[in-house]
């Protein structure tokens, strides 16, 4: 789900690819190496997200906490 897991109670709010931002991306919108999530949620559910994009990346782990 790359718009939003109702499950894990978070929302991509923009997708920035390269320069340009995707915003509200819909539920056929698909990731690509490089992008950069814009997320909408508990910190919690956000680190999960992250989880999901990259398992087990350190630098997801620092980036979570920083929300």
Not at 2 to 13: E, F, G, K, N, Q
Not at 16 to 31: K, Q, Y
Not at 48 to 64: C, W
């Amino acid at each position: 789900a790359t718009a939003s897991s109702s499950r894990s109670s978070w929302t991509v709010l923009t997708i920035v690819r390269g320069e340009t931002p995707i915003a509200n991306p819909g539920p056929d919108a698909r990731l690509q190496a490089g992008d950069l999530l814009v997320l909408c949620g508990r910190h919690t559910a956000i680190a999960g997200a992250l989880d999901m994009v990259e398992p087990g990346d350190p630098q997801t782990q620092d980036a979570a906490e920083q929300v």
